[in-house]
Protein backbone atom coordinates (compact mmCIF):
# COMPACT_ATOMS: atom_id res chain seq x y z
CA UNK A 1 0.00 0.00 0.00
CA UNK A 2 1.46 3.47 -0.95
CA UNK A 3 1.18 6.24 1.55
CA UNK A 4 1.18 9.69 1.55
CA UNK A 5 4.44 10.53 3.93
CA UNK A 6 3.69 13.23 6.31
CA UNK A 7 6.50 14.50 8.76
CA UNK A 8 5.11 17.08 10.89
CA UNK A 9 1.99 17.80 12.62
CA UNK A 10 -0.41 19.50 9.87
CA UNK A 11 -3.26 20.01 12.29
CA UNK A 12 -1.74 21.94 15.47
CA UNK A 13 0.05 24.69 15.78
CA UNK A 14 0.61 23.72 19.81
CA UNK A 15 1.57 20.42 19.46
CA UNK A 16 4.94 19.21 20.94
CA UNK A 17 5.94 17.25 17.96
CA UNK A 18 8.54 19.62 16.82
CA UNK A 19 10.90 17.25 15.75
CA UNK A 20 8.85 15.76 13.48
CA UNK A 21 7.05 12.39 12.71
CA UNK A 22 7.65 9.14 11.74
CA UNK A 23 6.28 8.59 8.04
CA UNK A 24 3.11 7.15 7.70
CA UNK A 25 4.47 3.60 5.69
CA UNK A 26 6.69 3.27 8.92
CA UNK A 27 3.69 3.59 11.44
CA UNK A 28 2.07 1.24 8.74
CA UNK A 29 4.58 -1.48 8.83
CA UNK A 30 5.03 -1.36 12.64
CA UNK A 31 1.07 -1.96 13.74
CA UNK A 32 1.11 -4.25 11.08
CA UNK A 33 3.56 -6.54 13.00
CA UNK A 34 1.50 -5.43 15.76
CA UNK A 35 -1.90 -7.24 14.20
CA UNK A 36 -3.36 -4.39 14.76
CA UNK A 37 -4.27 -4.07 18.04
CA UNK A 38 -7.21 -1.90 18.75
CA UNK A 39 -5.79 -0.58 22.13
CA UNK A 40 -2.49 0.61 20.83
CA UNK A 41 -4.18 2.13 17.96
CA UNK A 42 -6.35 4.13 20.27
CA UNK A 43 -3.10 5.15 22.60
CA UNK A 44 -1.67 6.52 19.35
CA UNK A 45 -4.72 8.89 18.63
CA UNK A 46 -4.05 10.53 21.67
CA UNK A 47 -0.73 11.83 21.21
CA UNK A 48 -1.73 14.69 18.60
CA UNK A 49 -3.71 15.21 16.09
CA UNK A 50 -1.54 13.92 13.11
CA UNK A 51 -1.73 10.49 15.11
CA UNK A 52 -4.82 11.13 15.18
CA UNK A 53 -5.90 11.85 11.73
CA UNK A 54 -3.58 8.60 10.81
CA UNK A 55 -5.41 6.52 12.74
CA UNK A 56 -8.82 7.39 11.31
CA UNK A 57 -8.00 7.04 7.62
CA UNK A 58 -5.34 4.05 7.92
CA UNK A 59 -4.79 2.29 11.22
CA UNK A 60 -8.57 1.70 12.06
CA UNK A 61 -9.66 0.43 8.53
CA UNK A 62 -6.83 -2.29 8.42
CA UNK A 63 -8.02 -2.99 12.00
CA UNK A 64 -11.72 -3.42 10.50
CA UNK A 65 -10.36 -5.30 7.52
CA UNK A 66 -8.64 -8.05 9.04
CA UNK A 67 -10.79 -8.71 12.10
CA UNK A 68 -13.92 -9.38 9.67
CA UNK A 69 -12.72 -9.20 5.97
CA UNK A 70 -15.69 -10.35 4.18
CA UNK A 71 -17.99 -8.51 6.32
CA UNK A 72 -15.89 -5.04 4.66
CA UNK A 73 -15.63 -6.58 1.65
CA UNK A 74 -19.29 -6.31 1.57
CA UNK A 75 -20.18 -3.05 2.90
CA UNK A 76 -17.42 -1.94 0.65
CA UNK A 77 -18.83 -3.64 -2.71
CA UNK A 78 -20.88 -0.67 -3.82
CA UNK A 79 -17.40 0.84 -5.15
CA UNK A 80 -16.91 3.28 -2.03
CA UNK A 81 -13.72 3.15 -0.46
CA UNK A 82 -15.03 4.62 2.59
CA UNK A 83 -18.01 3.83 4.89
CA UNK A 84 -21.26 5.68 6.47
CA UNK A 85 -19.68 7.43 9.94
CA UNK A 86 -15.93 6.42 9.72
CA UNK A 87 -13.34 3.88 10.23
CA UNK A 88 -12.70 4.88 14.15
CA UNK A 89 -16.50 4.02 14.72
CA UNK A 90 -17.05 0.90 12.60
CA UNK A 91 -14.08 -0.42 14.72
CA UNK A 92 -15.36 0.38 18.23
CA UNK A 93 -18.57 -1.04 16.90
CA UNK A 94 -17.06 -4.44 16.21
CA UNK A 95 -15.76 -4.71 19.71
CA UNK A 96 -17.63 -2.52 21.86
CA UNK A 97 -20.97 -3.39 23.63
CA UNK A 98 -21.83 0.34 24.46
CA UNK A 99 -24.16 -0.73 27.61
CA UNK A 100 -26.51 2.23 29.10
CA UNK A 101 -27.17 4.75 31.52
CA UNK A 102 -30.11 5.64 34.02
CA UNK A 103 -32.12 8.08 32.37
CA UNK A 104 -30.40 7.81 29.15
CA UNK A 105 -31.36 5.65 25.73
CA UNK A 106 -33.06 2.48 27.56
CA UNK A 107 -34.79 4.47 30.75
CA UNK A 108 -33.37 3.02 34.39
CA UNK A 109 -31.46 0.64 32.91
CA UNK A 110 -27.57 0.86 34.23
CA UNK A 111 -25.01 -1.72 32.68
CA UNK A 112 -21.50 -0.48 31.99
CA UNK A 113 -19.89 -0.65 28.09
CA UNK A 114 -17.08 -2.69 28.18
CA UNK A 115 -15.01 -4.59 25.13
CA UNK A 116 -16.20 -8.00 23.57
CA UNK A 117 -13.39 -10.17 23.24
CA UNK A 118 -15.08 -12.14 20.20
CA UNK A 119 -18.60 -11.43 18.62
CA UNK A 120 -20.22 -12.85 15.50
CA UNK A 121 -21.61 -10.30 13.21
CA UNK A 122 -24.60 -12.22 10.13
CA UNK A 123 -25.34 -10.34 7.38
CA UNK A 124 -28.43 -13.62 7.66
CA UNK A 125 -29.70 -12.24 11.08
CA UNK A 126 -29.86 -8.90 10.21
CA UNK A 127 -32.98 -9.78 7.84
CA UNK A 128 -34.84 -10.62 10.68
CA UNK A 129 -34.38 -7.02 11.90
CA UNK A 130 -36.35 -5.52 8.83
CA UNK A 131 -39.71 -5.21 7.56
CA UNK A 132 -40.72 -7.32 5.06
CA UNK A 133 -40.98 -4.42 2.56
CA UNK A 134 -36.96 -3.35 3.50
CA UNK A 135 -35.38 -7.06 3.51
CA UNK A 136 -33.78 -5.78 0.10
CA UNK A 137 -31.37 -4.11 2.54
CA UNK A 138 -28.24 -5.20 3.92
CA UNK A 139 -27.80 -5.56 7.74
CA UNK A 140 -25.31 -7.09 10.04
CA UNK A 141 -26.06 -7.52 13.24
CA UNK A 142 -24.34 -8.82 16.17
CA UNK A 143 -25.31 -11.92 18.70
CA UNK A 144 -26.64 -10.36 21.53
CA UNK A 145 -24.09 -9.75 24.88
CA UNK A 146 -25.62 -10.90 27.50
CA UNK A 147 -25.75 -9.67 30.85
CA UNK A 148 -27.87 -11.90 33.19
CA UNK A 149 -29.38 -11.34 36.49
CA UNK A 150 -30.25 -7.64 36.36
CA UNK A 151 -32.83 -7.73 39.34
CA UNK A 152 -36.21 -6.81 37.80
CA UNK A 153 -35.20 -6.68 34.31
CA UNK A 154 -34.14 -10.02 33.91
CA UNK A 155 -31.51 -11.13 31.75
CA UNK A 156 -30.33 -8.22 29.26
CA UNK A 157 -29.22 -8.55 26.47
CA UNK A 158 -27.49 -5.87 24.14
CA UNK A 159 -27.15 -5.96 20.04
CA UNK A 160 -25.23 -3.96 17.54
CA UNK A 161 -24.92 -3.70 13.68
CA UNK A 162 -24.42 -1.78 10.91
CA UNK A 163 -26.30 -1.04 7.65
CA UNK A 164 -23.96 -1.55 4.10
CA UNK A 165 -24.81 2.19 2.31
CA UNK A 166 -27.83 3.29 4.97
CA UNK A 167 -28.17 6.38 3.04
CA UNK A 168 -29.55 5.20 -0.17
CA UNK A 169 -31.66 2.37 2.12
CA UNK A 170 -35.34 1.54 1.97
CA UNK A 171 -34.83 1.88 6.23
CA UNK A 172 -33.91 5.42 6.06
CA UNK A 173 -37.06 6.20 3.36
CA UNK A 174 -39.35 4.77 5.66
CA UNK A 175 -38.02 6.83 8.50
CA UNK A 176 -38.00 9.84 6.55
CA UNK A 177 -41.56 8.79 5.31
CA UNK A 178 -43.22 7.95 8.62
CA UNK A 179 -41.61 11.59 10.06
CA UNK A 180 -40.16 9.49 12.62
CA UNK A 181 -38.12 12.11 15.27
CA UNK A 182 -34.77 11.86 16.36
CA UNK A 183 -33.61 11.63 19.74
CA UNK A 184 -33.85 14.99 21.62
CA UNK A 185 -31.10 14.41 23.46
CA UNK A 186 -28.99 11.16 23.45
CA UNK A 187 -26.44 10.27 20.17
CA UNK A 188 -24.53 7.20 18.58
CA UNK A 189 -22.17 5.92 20.98
CA UNK A 190 -19.88 5.01 18.13
CA UNK A 191 -19.97 7.65 15.84
CA UNK A 192 -21.93 10.74 18.10
CA UNK A 193 -24.95 10.86 15.57
CA UNK A 194 -28.88 11.17 15.96
CA UNK A 195 -30.50 8.55 16.52
CA UNK A 196 -34.18 7.36 15.85
CA UNK A 197 -35.94 5.04 17.52
CA UNK A 198 -37.28 1.99 15.46
CA UNK A 199 -39.99 1.39 18.35
CA UNK A 200 -41.70 4.39 17.77
CA UNK A 201 -41.42 4.62 14.08
CA UNK A 202 -43.24 0.96 14.25
CA UNK A 203 -40.45 -0.74 12.53
CA UNK A 204 -39.45 -3.72 14.72
CA UNK A 205 -41.14 -6.98 13.08
CA UNK A 206 -42.28 -10.20 15.13
CA UNK A 207 -38.96 -11.99 13.82
CA UNK A 208 -36.49 -9.78 15.80
CA UNK A 209 -37.95 -11.38 19.01
CA UNK A 210 -37.49 -14.92 17.79
CA UNK A 211 -33.74 -14.53 16.63
CA UNK A 212 -32.67 -12.65 19.85
CA UNK A 213 -34.69 -15.42 22.10
CA UNK A 214 -36.36 -12.61 23.53
CA UNK A 215 -39.52 -11.80 24.48
CA UNK A 216 -41.45 -9.70 21.96
CA UNK A 217 -42.67 -6.81 24.10
CA UNK A 218 -39.22 -6.37 25.68
CA UNK A 219 -37.08 -5.49 22.64
CA UNK A 220 -36.21 -1.73 21.08
CA UNK A 221 -33.08 -0.42 18.62
CA UNK A 222 -32.02 2.58 17.74
CA UNK A 223 -30.48 3.58 14.22
CA UNK A 224 -28.25 6.60 13.56
CA UNK A 225 -27.63 8.79 10.62
CA UNK A 226 -24.87 6.77 9.64
CA UNK A 227 -27.02 3.50 10.11
CA UNK A 228 -24.99 2.03 13.00
CA UNK A 229 -27.64 0.05 15.13
CA UNK A 230 -27.81 -0.35 19.16
CA UNK A 231 -30.51 -2.44 20.80
CA UNK A 232 -31.58 -3.65 24.08
CA UNK A 233 -33.84 -7.11 24.49
CA UNK A 234 -35.31 -9.24 28.00
CA UNK A 235 -33.91 -12.70 27.00
CA UNK A 236 -35.95 -15.30 27.97
CA UNK A 237 -34.75 -18.01 30.39
CA UNK A 238 -32.84 -21.10 28.91
CA UNK A 239 -35.14 -23.64 30.41
CA UNK A 240 -39.19 -23.36 31.47
CA UNK A 241 -40.94 -26.12 33.67
CA UNK A 242 -44.35 -26.16 33.92
CA UNK A 243 -44.26 -27.45 37.19
CA UNK A 244 -42.41 -25.01 38.67
CA UNK A 245 -44.82 -22.83 40.74
CA UNK A 246 -44.80 -19.55 39.99
CA UNK A 247 -42.91 -17.37 42.29
CA UNK A 248 -40.63 -20.60 42.44
CA UNK A 249 -36.94 -19.85 42.25
CA UNK A 250 -34.54 -22.92 41.10
CA UNK A 251 -31.14 -22.82 42.35
CA UNK A 252 -27.92 -24.98 41.79
CA UNK A 253 -28.49 -26.29 46.07
CA UNK A 254 -30.99 -28.08 44.63
CA UNK A 255 -28.77 -30.10 42.14
CA UNK A 256 -26.01 -30.80 44.77
CA UNK A 257 -28.78 -32.10 47.26
CA UNK A 258 -28.72 -35.89 48.57
CA UNK A 259 -31.83 -36.23 46.87
CA UNK A 260 -31.27 -35.05 43.78
CA UNK A 261 -27.68 -37.27 43.75
CA UNK A 262 -30.09 -40.69 44.48
CA UNK A 263 -31.76 -39.82 41.38
CA UNK A 264 -29.37 -39.61 39.19
CA UNK A 265 -27.92 -42.58 40.58
CA UNK A 266 -30.70 -44.76 39.95
CA UNK A 267 -31.13 -43.40 36.56
CA UNK A 268 -27.80 -44.51 35.99
CA UNK A 269 -28.12 -48.01 36.97
CA UNK A 270 -31.10 -48.39 34.85
CA UNK A 271 -29.63 -47.44 32.08
CA UNK A 272 -26.64 -49.93 32.22
CA UNK A 273 -29.24 -52.91 32.68
CA UNK A 274 -31.19 -51.34 29.42
CA UNK A 275 -27.95 -51.83 27.85
CA UNK A 276 -26.92 -55.28 28.59
CA UNK A 277 -30.99 -56.46 27.97
CA UNK A 278 -29.96 -54.87 24.43
CA UNK A 279 -26.86 -56.88 24.21
CA UNK A 280 -28.27 -60.02 25.43
CA UNK A 281 -30.76 -60.34 22.41
CA UNK A 282 -28.65 -58.31 19.91
CA UNK A 283 -30.85 -55.20 19.51
CA UNK A 284 -29.40 -52.44 17.37
CA UNK A 285 -28.91 -49.00 19.26
CA UNK A 286 -28.42 -46.22 16.93
CA UNK A 287 -28.20 -43.21 19.19
CA UNK A 288 -28.36 -40.66 15.86
CA UNK A 289 -32.19 -42.16 16.16
CA UNK A 290 -32.99 -41.03 19.28
CA UNK A 291 -35.28 -37.80 19.84
CA UNK A 292 -33.85 -35.17 21.95
CA UNK A 293 -35.72 -32.40 21.13
CA UNK A 294 -37.41 -32.33 24.66
CA UNK A 295 -33.78 -31.91 26.12
CA UNK A 296 -33.30 -27.89 27.12
CA UNK A 297 -30.05 -26.97 25.35
CA UNK A 298 -27.79 -24.03 26.10
CA UNK A 299 -27.31 -20.87 25.24
CA UNK A 300 -23.97 -20.44 22.83
Not at 153 to 159: A, C, E, Q, S, Y
Not at 176 to 204: D, F, G, N, T
Request: aromatic residues 12%; positive net charge.
Amino acid sequence: MILTKQYRCIHSSSCQCTKGHLSEDVIFLVFQQLNWNPKLIAALSCVCKWFDDLAKRVLWKEFCRTRAPKMMLDLQSCGSHSVDGNWRALGKLLIYCSGCQKGGLFNNVQIPGHFVYRTRFSRTSGKSFLLPQCRTDVLYVSDPCEHLDQGEDGDVGFFRGVFKSFATSKVRKMLIKREAKLHPKEVCPYCKAKLWSMLQAKMIPQSASVRLGAYEDCIEYFVCLNGHMLGICTLLPLSDSEETSEGETVDEKQFSSPSFAEHVSDFLRCLVCFTRFCVVFDAEVDSQTWDWSGLPSGRC
